[in-house]
Structures are given as structure tokens and as C-alpha cells.
């Protein structure tokens, strides 16, 4: 299978490098990042000190060259190459987080033409994660507090993680609830009391935190935590690369991680 990736000068994106070079079923044949990005013209395995005989250049045509383009990049990179790939038929993994819902409802109208997989975390073990969440929702569901908490490098723009997002979502829909409606992004000052159901968010963005995240459930007298901890970002690219082989014989049609881990 033929991949592309873009932001290729990114941490994820030298992470995919990587990982695709190794792969035995992936063949890397595009890297792309933006316009302005200085690794334009260099080998896309320079920094592994490898030739790929693959440079690093903004052209987008150049996606007609994949069959599956992985993204980590940000939100308006990933708009900019969606519309590419719907036009050459390449196939998607999007692993970028900090969408709008109206940038969400973009990616799914296209994943009626092309087949994607989106998802905020990548890794197999977020992923078993949430399934653990889902059935704790379920019977935790009265007398307990919830309280997510993340914690990541000095250079992430968004916040909360894409992953905490999930993970309150995930929670919210065991529960019947809109995440939007019994979330508190965050406290400051008098707040009050808290809120009987609603769904905390604290957020660390430190050093070089690679990604923790820690679900607690507070109840009187005891509290349950499910915690998560990444200690490196190839789990991400492993994940990716297991991601775009379930797209192979996919046409169309969005896809979660769940599927993926679950075919
Ligand atoms: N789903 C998952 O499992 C994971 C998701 N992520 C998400 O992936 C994204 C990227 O993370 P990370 O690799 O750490 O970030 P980096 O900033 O290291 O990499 C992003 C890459 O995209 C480029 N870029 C920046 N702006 C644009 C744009 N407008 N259009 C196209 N390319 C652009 C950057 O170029 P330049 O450096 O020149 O700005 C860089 O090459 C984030 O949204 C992060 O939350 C991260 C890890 C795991
Ligand atoms: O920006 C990161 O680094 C990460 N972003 C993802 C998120 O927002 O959840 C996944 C992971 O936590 C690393």
C-alpha cells in the first residue's frame, strides 16, 4: 500500500516516516508539509540519515500518488488536503486533533466518498482505554464525580486533548448526556459547589510529556482512576500504519479506532 504523510517535519509525521520505512506492507511514495516549512527539497528520510528517494515538497497533486494519506498536522492542513484526496480518491487516516464540529461534519460529508479513519488517538492501548471507561460509566453511574485529567508537552495548541474529548464522550453517551451540556472545561475563582453529573477537565502542558491521561470516578469514601500513559509516540504511529491497512478494502465510509481494533 502506498502512503503519503503529511506535516512530515512534525513529530508524528517523522514518527510515520519511520514506521512506514518499516513497514513490510507500506511503501512510503509522498511526504508532504506546508508551504513554509524549511524541510521542502530535503529527503524525507534524512533524518534518519536514510535517501528514500522521496522529498519532502508542498505539491498536493502529489496525493494522487497514495492510496492512503496519514495526517497529523492541524486543522486547517488536514481541510486543505481532505479536499485532495476526495479529488484523486486517496483514502485517509487523520490523526490531527482541535476540529470545530462544523470541521468534524466536513470530514464525515467526505467519508461519503472516500474511506477514513479519525481518531484523536491512535494507540491500541487509548483505544482498550475506552471500552474500560464505557462499562465504568455504566456502573458508576450515580454517587460518583468524574474528573478528567491530561497532561502534555510544552507545544500542543489545543486543549483539552482530543483524547480527553473522547474519553468524556464516551463517559457522556453511557450516561444519555451531550458531553457539551455537563462539561466543566474548567474552574477559577468562586466557583460554587460542583455540579452533580457534569464531567471535569484540568489540563498540564509541561516539558516534553509525550501524553498522560487519568479518568477518575470520586465517590464517598473511595475513587476509581483509569489512567492511561504514553511513553513514546510510536504506539500513535504503529496504530496509523494498522489504521490505513484496514482502509485497503474500504471504499468509503468513516471509521473510529474501535473498528479497527475490533476487525
Ligand atoms: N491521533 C493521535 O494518535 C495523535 C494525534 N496527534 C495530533 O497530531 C497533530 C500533530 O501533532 P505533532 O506531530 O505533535 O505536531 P507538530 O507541530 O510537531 O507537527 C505538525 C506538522 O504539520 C505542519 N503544519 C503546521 N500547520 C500546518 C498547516 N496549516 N497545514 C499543513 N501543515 C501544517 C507542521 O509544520 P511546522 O512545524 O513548520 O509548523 C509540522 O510539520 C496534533 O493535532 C496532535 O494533537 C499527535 C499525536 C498522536
Ligand atoms: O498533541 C499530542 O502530542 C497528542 N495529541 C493527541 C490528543 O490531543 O489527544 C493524542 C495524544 O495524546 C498526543
Not at 488517538?121 to 456502573?139: D, E, F, R, Y
Amino acid at each position: 500500500m502506498r502512503i503519503a504523510i503529511s506535516g512530515a517535519n512534525g513529530r508524528m509525521g517523522r514518527m510515520l516516516i519511520e514506521a512506514v520505512l518499516q513497514h513490510p506492507d507500506l511503501t512510503l511514495a509522498v511526504a508532504i508539509d506546508h508551504a513554509g516549512s524549511p524541510s521542502l527539497g530535503q529527503d524525507a528520510g534524512a533524518f534518519l540519515g536514510q535517501q528514500t528517494g522521496v522529498t519532502i515538497s508542498a505539491d498536493i497533486e502529489q496525493l494522487q500518488y497514495a492510496d492512503c494519506l496519514i495526517d497529523f498536522t492541524r486543522p486547517e492542513g488536514t481541510l486543505h488536503y481532505l479536499e485532495a484526496c476526495k479529488r484523486f480518491g486517496t483514502k485517509m487516516v487523520i490523526g490531527t486533533t482541535g476540529f470545530s464540529t462544523e470541521e468534524k461534519q466536513t470530514i464525515e460529508k467526505a467519508a461519503e466518498q472516500i474511506a477514513i479513519v479519525f481518531a484523536p488517538n491512535m494507540s491500541v492501548g487509548v483505544n482498550a482505554t475506552l471500552k474500560l471507561l464505557a462499562l465504568a460509566a455504566q456502573l458508576l453511574n450515580t454517587g460518583y464525580d468524574v474528573e478528567i485529567f491530561e497532561a502534555h508537552h510544552r507545544h500542543k495548541v489545543d486543549a483539552p486533548s482530543g483524547t480527553a474529548l473522547i474519553m468524556g464522550e464516551v463517559i457522556a453517551n453511557e450516561w444519555g448526556k451531550n458531553l457539551n451540556d455537563i462539561a466543566d472545561w474548567a474552574r477559577h475563582g468562586h466557583t460554587g459547589a460542583r455540579e452533580e453529573g457534569h464531567i471535569g477537565f484540568s489540563v498540564v502542558r509541561g516539558g516534553d510529556i509525550i501524553g498522560d491521561h487519568t479518568v477518575m470516578f470520586c465517590g464517598t469514601g473511595e475513587r476509581i482512576e483509569i489512567s492511561h500513559k504514553s511513553s513514546s509516540r510510536s504506539t500513535y504511529a504503529q496504530g496509523s500504519c494498522r489504521a490505513a491497512l484496514f482502509l485497503k478494502d474500504k471504499a468509503n465510509g468513516l471509521f473510529s479506532m474501535s473498528d479497527v481494533i475490533s476487525a
